[in-house]
């Protein structure tokens, strides 16, 4: 039985396992096939693998120096499949990018400074690049802290991510179509991407409050086969052709904000179950669509006045606080920088054992 040096590791609310490159075959073939049986694939409870048996537990990174000079690292995530074979490496994933910097450090990849490193890690999947600030006392990575965010327990040291680049990451415009609203299957949504392809409507538009529980709207069979009309209607308009077997793009129902301190409340689907938060780049999208006049976001959002706006995105489980910088200056509001704040912890190292190696 083979084995493969790996790492598993918290980024922000999703899990994974984390390889160096080199660790793994360089023919995409054979390591989607490696992958599979690291995570326990095709199977609901992922029981013969290492994966969570969730969306949010089957995830990957592979992690190299950067072939890119303006770059330290480079990071490819892979969404495994749990029910079917299938590993995608279209989608960012802003939780497991938390991980990455500490784990190029622990892995020798990057000389930790005292008492803060700052890592530029390059997204392959979309050649989003982002700036990211690990806490290194001493030139050791610092887990412990008092960062909290939502939907993680306790508390952790804090992972500043800063994206640069963002926009048009999977689509290749933040508004694929050009339109701030499109109506698609018929419902006025806005077809964005500012780091992962969402499709943001208001929950009001199909008919729910956009504030149901988590499980209440898992449930819901009628809503989530009328936002797969939805979402498959919306894959050829935002370049992304047939997404029947994608992950992109998702879904985000919008509704007002429910606390005095909120901005938006969301209900995310990643694509088909409702997600117990929300994932970083889908924040960090619909805090965008906030910001266009005429979206359905803008439409019972709560927006920060002046070009710096730091917005609290509700979710099932909490809040998610994303700062946007935006320009005016040329009529329809662009984003130019976006930044979050995240934690990562390491869980164990070790060998991950293989049932077959040969692709």
Partial sequence: MDSIRCMMMRGGTSKGAYFLADDLPADSAARDHILLQVMGSPDARQVDGIGGAHPLTSKVAIVSRSKDPACDIDFLFCQVGITEPLVDTTPNCGNILAGVAPFAIERGLIVAKHPETRVKVKTINTGTIADILVQTPQGRVAYGG????????????PVAIDFLDAAGSV????????NTVDRVAGIDVTLIDNGMPVIVLSAASVGRTGYEPRDQLDKDKELKARLEEIRLAAGPLMTLGDVTKKVVPKIALVAPPQTASGHICTRSFIPHECHASIGVFAAVTVA???VLPGSPAAAVARVPAGPVKVMSVEH??????VRLEVDDSGGQPVVTRAGLLRTAR???????????AAA
């Fill in 316 to 321: 099932p489980t909490g809040e998610f606080t």
């Fill in 146 to 157: 008092a960062a909290r965010i939502d939907g993680v327990p306790g508390t952790a040291a």
């Fill in 346 to 356: 390491a869980l164990f190292d070790g060998r991950v054992f293989l049932r077959d």
């Fill in 171 to 178: 689509c290749g415009s933040l508004l694929p179509t050009g």
């Fill in 288 to 290: 965008t669509a906030c």
